[in-house]
């Protein structure tokens, strides 16, 4: 069952925005600098296994599936997160859910840094498979999370819906605002990751989701919903009887 957000709209819509950018952020450093393997976009680390059929190819089967293995954990444990807390405390389960999303992503950020999580050799797996599971508790989360057009992750749904609703195809031509929005955040952001890693180390990269990811989960902790706002004015007093 999906969960409503405890956010207004704009504000929804905007941390989405963000963490579609920080997907294509880390989608970025893991495809450029591990070995063409992607650690949020689940559907390219599939059709990579079969390619890697082929010896020529490059590619390497073992990379993605320690991808597919660590997101899938990480979507685990963003799944029973979401069913033992959305309904009660949405608020609390987002911010709860994507502060340990940024957690993840800052250690790593650490432990790369530190030199403990290689890009190179059999180390690099470890990192693959730790930036996966941050990406796959993302995903779970979002996927509980009732934000049509904004999956974060997948955009293939999202162009075909862009085209096929669109008054053009005979289709409502309702406004594409969320998937043109969806669209232009990824690319931004994998623009922006690819930018950064030609100047700064990958780990800058890292760095810097996690701090995008962290800004969303203080926005679900402090933000007071909209049904619990207090109205602006109050109601008049009743008059005094003499």
Do not use: C
């Amino acid at each position: 069952m999906a969960i409503s957000s405890p956010l207004g709209s704009r504000q929804t819509v905007a941390a989405l925005l963000t963490l579609t950018a920080v997907t294509g952020l880390v989608d970025a450093v893991s495809y450029l600098r591990l070995g063409h393997v992607f650690v949020a976009n689940m559907t390219g680390n599939v059709v990579f296994l079969g390619f890697s059929a082929d010896p020529r190819a490059g590619l390497s089967a073992a990379a993605s599936i320690v991808a597919i293995a660590g997101f899938l954990l990480g979507a685990l444990a963003g799944g029973r997160a979401a069913h033992a807390l959305a309904a009660a405390r949405p608020a609390h389960w987002l911010a709860g859910t994507f502060t340990a999303e940024a957690l993840i992503l800052a250690v790593a950020a650490v432990l790369i840094g530190a030199g403990v999580l290689p890009f190179a050799g059999g180390g690099k797996y470890a990192t693959i498979a730790v930036l996966a599971v941050a990406l796959g508790v993302q995903n779970s989360t979002v996927r509980h999370l009732g934000a049509p057009d904004l999956t974060t992750t997948v955009l293939t749904l999202t162009l075909t819906g862009l085209a096929a609703d669109s008054a053009l195809a005979g289709g409502p031509g309702a406004r594409p605002h969320r998937r043109l929005g969806s669209v232009a955040a990824m690319l931004a952001g994998a623009a922006a990751g690819a930018g950064m890693i030609g100047w700064w180390p990958p780990v800058a990269v890292i760095a810097a989701a996690a701090v995008l990811v962290a800004a969303v989960a203080v926005a679900f902790l402090t933000t007071v919903p909209a049904t619990a706002r207090k109205p602006l004015h109050r109601a008049p007093r009743p008059a005094l009887q003499a």
